[in-house]
DNA sequence: CGGATATGGTTTCATTTTACAACCAGATTG
DNA sequence: CAATCTGGTTGTAAAATGAAACCATATCCG
């Protein structure tokens, strides 16, 4: 082997997060620190992975900016781990994940948990792609194509 | 090794999600099915992956019902792949890891694509997630909560 | 103060996965 | 009927994963 293929360099924004989140750990990671989670033992017991996978991961998404290891927030001797601007900015993309398990991957009769707005505590709607004017998109409404130039003057 | 874990039994719909597409190629694959790939060597040619690699996934890809292997279109001796309705539930997940990777892993001044409206060809809008009643909502504004009993009567 | 225990990791080692390359079989082309 | 294209399936080596053991600080408790 010559080495895990990496994203890096891709030109497409679809492939360049891989490199980032696309293992099967770090998106719950990263759940879990929306959740709140900022310890290295309470991420240990939460998702119960092995403890050094879980050092690599911290240190990956810490490497890759999703997460920032701040010193100490009441004088304790260790470090939490913090969600960046970056890292906040996966929020839709967990919803989304969220969003397609709970429609495709529970049988009928699961228990199953979903979102709530947390002011009224009635469900959230679907996640929704919209035009300039606000039409609602789908996948056949939507092509690529380059970004104007967005460099500094 | 015991083998590598899988979230199959976990009650959270992000996690499940994760046995389907949670490595570094599915996505891609199906980010090439939405873009109309179908043959074995149109994903092996625009993926640049080992065939071994291609083969295990789009065969793991079908077994969870994301591609099905349709016999032959035109007459050919050939399968091709094609994404179910389940499938094609993956649009805003992809949506959102786009423009996560557009917003926060290029350089101002590297080139870049963007999502565009077909009909107009203008910019679409960012992803939203809105309350029941219409409200934009962000990472502090839901919870997480049981649904409801969803068992056919 | 001194030992027990909790926290936050790193190290070691076996197993699995990934990747590349070589090979193979059936269909198509010349 | 040989060459070649398509769609894979073997090797084989490097790398990632996982369980358990180990280690270094801190904190608790008597």
């Avoid at 017991?45 to 240190?59: F, H, T, V, W, Y």
């Avoid at 009769?109 to 929704?128: C, F, G």
Wanted: hydrophobic share 40%; charged share 25%.
């Amino acid at each position: 082997m010559v080495k895990r293929s990496s994203h890096r360099t891709s030109g497409c924004p679809v492939a360049r997060p891989l490199d980032a989140i696309g293992d099967g750990w770090s998106l719950l990671i990263v759940r879990d620190a929306f959740a709140g989670l900022r310890r290295f033992g309470e991420f240990q017991k939460n998702l119960g992975l092995a403890r050094n996978i879980l050092a690599a991961r911290l240190r990956h998404l810490v490497e890759h900016g999703i997460l920032a290891a701040v010193p100490a927030p009441d004088g304790g001797a260790y470090q939490e781990y913090v969600l960046t601007e970056k890292g906040r900015g996966l929020f839709h993309l967990l919803v989304a994940l969220r969003q397609w398990g709970e429609e495709f991957c529970f049988e009928r009769d699961e228990p199953q948990v979903q979102l709530r707005d947390r002011l009224h505590r009635l469900p959230v709607r679907r996640l929704e792609l919209c035009s300039h004017d606000g039409r609602l998109l789908g996948p056949d409404d939507v092509v690529v194509a380059p970004t104007p130039d967005r460099r500094a003057p």
